[in-house]
């Protein structure tokens, strides 16, 4: 079954420590995207990429960076967590054009104490 | 950039009651998504309206692509406590030859105390 996974569903983590988040999908998508949400609040792009050795910054600056070595593989990195990071962390592909919509994971909810 | 007005904000609701929410934007748009978010996941695509004046159902959901190609409305009717979540219109943006999703800040349904 074609689908988008994130790993893991839930962090914690100490202040300074490096982690990174996996997204990967098995449709085929060119497409991938990293947003940001706060508990109930507005999506925030902050990374897309349109193929492999593509990545593009979103519209919300963050600290966070990604690859895309493979077109399945789009993970999202933090070289030094901060408790300011804390936050739900998307993943979601689309086909080329998103006619159809993005394909959203379930999310990674970070928190960094 | 170009941005949506997403209303209400947040809403509560008692079973059984019909729903109602809207999305608009001073500019055209040929595209509209609405999708849904339960709390802890990823949104999921209800439905996508091509056509303005369209009129789509899903279940007990009804979207309409507004014929002024501005705005889109979304309405559940007979609501059950599994509506609670968060939902976002989205439109498509083709700037750049590249499809890219451009998402209102979500109106929030609670069940009423």
Not at chain 1, 28 to 40: A, E, L, S, T, V
Not at chain 1, 57 to 72: F, H, N, Q
Not at chain 2, 7 to 23: A, K, R, W
Request: hydrophobic share 30%; charged share 15%; net charge neutral.
């Amino acid at each position: 079954e074609a689908d988008i996974y994130q790993t893991p569903r839930y962090l914690v983590i100490g202040t300074g420590k490096k982690i990174t988040l996996e997204c990967s999908q098995t449709m085929g998508h060119d497409k991938m995207y990293w947003y940001q949400q706060d508990p109930g609040m507005e999506l925030h792009l902050i990374h897309y990429s349109y193929g492999v050795n593509s990545t593009e910054k979103g519209d919300l600056s963050s600290e966070s960076t990604v690859s895309r070595i493979r077109t399945e593989h789009f993970p999202l990195t933090l070289e030094s967590a901060r408790p300011s990071h804390t936050s739900q962390y998307l993943c979601a592909s689309s086909a080329t054009g998103a006619l159809y919509g993005y394909t959203f994971g379930s999310g990674t909810r970070l928190t960094v104490v | 950039g170009q941005q949506l007005n997403q209303s209400p904000q947040s809403m509560f609701i008692q079973e059984g009651e019909d729903v109602s929410m809207n999305c608009t934007s001073s500019s055209i748009f040929n595209t509209w998504l609405w999708y849904k978010q339960d709390p802890g996941e990823g949104p999921v695509l209800l439905i996508a309206l091509y056509k303005a004046g369209e009129l789509t159902s899903n279940g007990r959901l009804t979207a309409q692509f507004g014929i002024t190609r501005k705005d889109s409305f979304l309405n559940i009717s007979a609501s059950i406590p599994s509506d609670v979540g968060i939902y976002f219109c989205a439109y498509l943006n083709y700037g750049g030859s590249q499809g890219n999703l451009i998402f209102g800040k979500g109106t929030k349904l609670s069940v009423k105390p």
